[in-house]
DNA sequence: TATTTATTTCGAAAACAATCGAATTAAATA
DNA sequence: TATTTAATTCGATTGTTTTCGAAATAAATA
């Protein structure tokens, strides 16, 4: 099942609103209300055309239409105008944009492209972003709450890639690792365990 | 030379969010800033996708970019975007839209359905709203500021269609003629001249 | 200096949207 | 009831937009 967007009332007022042609029919009907054809002929394309339009402007509820004689008088709800106006400018509608994406592709990304398929780091990116996810993925070998020593925490990286010291250091430098003084133990910082 | 809508960014607004992709960039700009190759993974389409797509929102101002090392890191230019949803909610931005549209294209369209190419009136719509206007064009046949016999009125009225004494009774509840209570004189009351 | 890397630009394919005129529907008048 | 009228729906065409992968560009590293 596809993951469907929390944001589909801001995407279809912006793609409602995204034609120039239903941009005018919303300033006319801002000035007073007014059948089809009218708007058909000041805007000098066919009624069908115009029929279309305000159906699309219709289904999200900017313009409804009354039944007069003939005539389908069209009114431009101005009261919704306002109400969607204003939700763009609220706090809680962006983040609803990105709901159901994942944040983690990234990480995930760089990580296929630089572990071999048994696990192993195949090469160690220059790239600070990258080291960084690599880095992650080092720490996620050792446990909280306990200490290591220099020879348990290089067999751990070894078993990763050949680079045991370069590793080290980077692992402790970027705060993944904390060390005594003395060298004598090692143990996790950070990480998401 | 074609005449440009004033309404120019208010379009280019809503076109550059009208993209279900563009809106979830704009999402993820708002929390932080990316480079383009995190935002392709997030949203699993291409970079050039992605790139495209930056151009548009940058085209309006609403992203930028700096460069860092390999990177284009990208941010959300927050004010910008809260200026032009602002925007929206001013009085002065639906009437700039219909700048450029000329209200009278439907009078001149009945006008053009109901007159013979010699200036006559053809056939008297029954409608109101076309009545109305037909009445406006006879009307305009009268001068301001001087009075005409019943005569003179049939005179002007018969030129223009047989159905005289219904027309000129039409023109004045309409208003368009003024008339003494005995009928000794006639008038022109409103219109354009 | 040659190579690697991220981004942008280009060109083509596919998906989408606007538009028209004709056919249909629904409502008013003769 | 048959006709006229306005609006909508339908089918086809045209134009625009999204998308990708390949090629070009620009910037950092080996």
Redesign the interface.
């Known amino acids: 099942m596809k993951i469907k ?1 929390q ?1 589909e009332p ?2 279809s007022f ?2 409602a ?2 034609d ?1 042609n239903r ?2 029919l ?3 009907l ?2 007073k209300e007014a059948s089809v ?2 708007l058909a ?4 394309i066919s009624a069908s055309t115009v029929s279309h339009h305000l159906s699309i402007l219709s289904d999200i509820g900017l313009v409804s239409a009354r039944v007069d ?2 005539y389908n008088i069209y009114r431009l709800e101005t009261d919704e105008l ?1 109400r969607m ?2 939700s ?2 609220a706090q809680e509608t ?5 709901e159901g ?3 983690k ?2 990480d ?2 760089i990580l296929k492209d630089y572990l071999a398929p048994d696990g192993a780091i195949a090469k160690i990116p220059t ?2 972003r990258k080291l960084e996810v690599i880095l992650g993925y080092i720490a996620e070998k050792f446990e909280f709450n306990r200490t290591y020593t220099e020879k348990e925490v290089n067999a751990i990286i070894g078993a990763l890639n050949p680079d045991i010291s370069g590793l080290r250091r980077d692992l402790i430098s970027a705060k993944y690792l904390g060390r005594e003084k003395d060298g004598s133990a090692y143990w996790r910082v950070k990480g998401e365990g």
């Not at 002929?41 to 000098?44: S, T, Y």
């Not at 962006?94 to 990105?98: A, D, F, N, T, W």
């Open positions: 967007s944001s801001l995407l912006f793609k609103l995204s120039a941009l005018k919303v300033g006319l801002a000035q054809e009218e002929a000041v805007l000098e004689g003939y306002e106006a204003q763009l400018l962006l983040p609803e944009v990105v994406l994942d944040p592709a990234y995930r990304k790239n600070h």
